[in-house]
């Protein structure tokens, strides 16, 4: 653990699920802890995260080794809780929030984001929803960790999946507003015309969507095809790039997006993607470059551009090339945190 009084920054993670918002504080907060004294504070974290325990924090010194610390919220929760280490507490604190909800915010969050001395929106989309200045960075990727693999072959067979043919993959929570549904009834359109692909939902269904996975489950099972689309797992976020580095082509089919990061993450690993236009998709693909973009909830249009790209291996390679290129061109995470971090030195620098 991390000795509070040593920290300049806390960027706090109140989740213990797996969500977007937990990846990039895992992602994030090692790399920052590079150039600035930065920590986390949460449950479940990576024990080798820098980290304060959550009972730490009501008994850290009133101010860090700058001054004021930034807390740099992301969630509601993370907001109400710098508010009362601020003020009930009498922590000297410099409140950021991250805003990744493309959506009007309710009465509650409008009022903890006046409250913010900064704010960061992860998408141009995101910062129009905002009724405040905000700062647009989006989300990089780790492309060493994220990035291709040099024989797939063998990936593929340490993951039990099949080594030759396509792979599809759809990652993340299974339900309605991911479009879990959506891509299950493309993948049953697809496969039957593609006898060598393979398809992977890889996820988990909290407990009021478990009837909706298990629904999707049947109909794979009804079309005989449960040996080909597979349904696998939730894995931790740090074993992720191993399974999109096995795929030939993502998809993104989501209904209602934030940001959404997994586009970003296969196409480091020169996965080409197939996205909605929903959360950040539009600004992360280039459509016809390193992917397709298709509107959201459509299977015909998930069907027609996933088969136009199996039946054309030479535009695969391209999208395939491309896609890794664009990454490391405008999403590393590099970029990402020394963004944030010249906000995180901007309000140290004001005590």
Not at 21 to 37: C, G, K, N
Not at 63 to 82: D, F, K, Q, T, Y
Not at 183 to 207: E, K, N, S, W, Y
Not at 314 to 335: K, N, T, Y
Request: hydrophobic content about 45%; glycine content about 6%.
């Amino acid at each position: 653990m991390t000795d509070p009084a040593q920290i300049d920054v806390i960027a706090p993670n109140f989740k213990k699920r797996l969500s977007g918002v937990t990846s990039t504080v895992i992602r994030l907060v090692p790399l920052q802890a590079r150039e600035i004294a930065i920590a986390t504070t949460g449950p479940e974290l990576p024990a080798d995260m820098p980290q304060i325990p959550l009972s730490a924090l009501p008994l850290m010194s009133r101010s860090g080794p700058s001054g004021a610390r930034v807390w740099h919220a992301r969630r509601n929760i993370e907001m109400l809780a710098g508010l009362g280490l601020k003020y009930l507490l009498g922590k000297r604190l410099k409140l950021i929030f991250t805003s990744a909800s493309q959506r009007h915010h309710t009465w509650l969050t409008k009022w903890l984001i006046r409250q913010m001395d900064a704010v960061i929106a992860t998408s141009d989309k995101t910062a129009s929803y905002l009724e405040r200045q905000a700062t647009v960075i989006r989300h990089g990727i780790d492309t060493e960790t994220f990035c291709p693999v040099d024989d797939k072959a063998a990936l593929r067979r340490d993951l039990g999946l099949p080594e030759t043919g396509p792979i599809i993959g759809c990652y993340g929570r299974i339900r309605a507003q991911k479009g879990t549904d959506a891509f299950v009834d493309a993948m049953l359109c697809i496969l039957p015309d593609h006898p060598g692909a393979t398809a992977i939902v890889m996820g988990r269904a909290t407990d009021k969507h478990q009837d909706f996975e298990q629904d999707l489950k049947n109909r794979v099972a009804a079309a005989g095809l449960s040996d080909r689309l597979l349904f696998l797992p939730e894995v931790p976020v740090w074993e992720m790039a191993r399974w999109y580095q096995a795929l030939d082509l993502y998809i993104a089919p989501q209904r209602w997006e934030g940001f959404g990061l997994t586009p970003l993450e296969a196409m480091a690993c020169a996965v080409p993607v197939i996205a909605t236009r929903v959360g950040a998709f539009e600004e992360l693909i280039v459509d016809g470059g390193t992917g397709a973009l298709i509107d959201a909830g459509d299977v015909d249009q998930m069907v027609a551009a996933t088969d136009a790209v199996l039946r054309d291996p030479a535009r695969l390679a391209a999208w395939s090339q491309a896609a890794r290129q664009h990454v490391q061109d405008h999403f590393r995470i590099e970029q990402e945190a020394a963004a944030i971090i010249a906000i995180y030195r901007s309000l140290l620098k004001r005590g």
